[in-house]
């Protein structure tokens, strides 16, 4: 079992950065591949970042490329999901999600990951 809390989120201007953070409780989380998900309000659950176990390999929504940056602290169990230039439309609650798989790679779709935090707020005012 892993359990994953998320932290950093808020209410920020359009234009601002945040930095969300995803505590794994697992000691092998250098095997997790994780992602980052986010859900607004009367619409579905979609994707925007996810790393590899090994950190190498990310893939990120074509909404947020070049804005955020999702990286990984085996050190610290975390993984991190760095978010420029925000604007209203980055509105959402994010999840934080987890997956063993059996090779170093990256999943994009929700029903890949076993694994959710309970997810945090951002909220973008323009």
């Known amino acids: 079992q892993v359990q994953l809390v998320e932290s950093g989120g808020g209410l920020v201007q359009a234009g601002d950065s945040l930095r969300l953070s995803c505590a794994a409780s697992?000691?092998?989380?250098?095997?997790?591949?994780m992602g980052w998900f986010r859900q607004a309000p009367g619409k579905e659950r979609e994707f925007v970042a996810a790393?590899?176990?090994?950190?190498?390999?990310?893939s990120y929504a074509d909404s947020v490329k070049g804005r955020f940056t999702i990286s990984r602290d085996s050190g610290k169990n975390t993984v991190y999901l760095q978010m420029n230039r925000l604007n209203p439309e980055d509105t959402a609650v994010y999840y934080c999600a987890a997956v063993r798989p059996s090779s170093d790679n990256y999943y994009a779709k929700w029903d890949e990951y076993d694994y959710w935090g309970q997810g945090t707020q951002v909220t973008v005012s323009s």
């Open positions: 697992r000691r092998t989380f250098s095997r997790l591949a």
């Open positions: 790393v590899s176990w090994s950190g190498g390999r990310t």
